[in-house]
T-cell receptor, first 114, second 107 residues
């Protein structure tokens, strides 16, 4: 699996958008970009994933650059409960139940300030 | 159930004892993964199962660790002769969904 690079930590104000960047310059054409987050003392929570098109769901938006070498996770209106470690992962795993493992890096520690 | 269930939620064991950790995946999911997370660290991949295929055991740290998945559903992670460095949260994932983990403390 390709490696990802994320800032160690970020902060944003409550109610503002949180934009979390991820570099994956060695991503291959059939690798997906996944985002998970882990709130303190809980298991990781799936947020979103995509291949090349931008994706949006009820939690977040995922913007993938045209060359696919980087992406940004956007939390449109951050709340205090969004304080967590956010993991960007690239993997061949593209189907809900397919068989490629996700390798987690160190992630970005996001602090949402009141 | 609707989510991934892991038991026990907490386990304290004496060094040298064997422990078994259980994971009940989401019904119908054929992919099941085990990870562990030491205090303040990231997630470390241990093993995964996909249907009837041979499991990928490439992440198991030593031969004291083993896992099985019976009937394509429930999985058990076994750690023999536990050591203090085995203390961690052991997380199971069913496809994209993680359980809450088992916190193992070896004293």
């Amino acid at each position: 699996d390709a490696k990802t690079t994320q800032p160690t930590s970020m902060d944003c104000a409550e109610g503002r958008a949180a934009n979390l960047p991820c570099n994956h310059s060695t991503i291959s054409g059939n690798e997906y970009v996944y985002w998970y987050r882990q709130i303190h003392s809980q298991g990781p929570q799936y947020i979103i994933h995509g291949l090349k098109n931008n994706e949006t769901n009820e939690m977040a938006s995922l913007i993938i650059t045209e060359d696919r070498k980087s992406s940004t996770l956007i939390l449109p209106h951050a709340t205090l409960r969004d304080t967590a470690v956010y993991y960007c992962i690239v993997s061949l795993r593209g189907l809900m139940d397919s068989s490629y493992k996700l390798i987690f890096g160190s992630g970005t520690r996001l602090l949402v300030r009141p | 159930g609707a989510g991934v269930s892991q038991s026990p939620s907490n386990k304290v064991t004496e060094k040298g004892k064997d422990v078994e950790l259980r994971c009940d995946p989401i019904s119908g999911h054929t992919a099941l993964y085990w990870y562990r997370q030491s205090l303040g660290q990231g997630l470390e991949f241990l093993i995964y199962f996909q249907g009837n295929s041979a499991p990928d055991k490439s992440g198991l740290p030593s031969d004291r660790f083993s896992a099985e998945r019976t009937g394509g559903s429930v999985s058990t992670l076994t750690i023999q002769r536990t050591q203090q460095e085995d203390s961690a949260v052991y997380l199971c994932a069913s496809s994209l969904t993680f359980g809450s983990g088992t916190r193992l403390t070896v004293v």
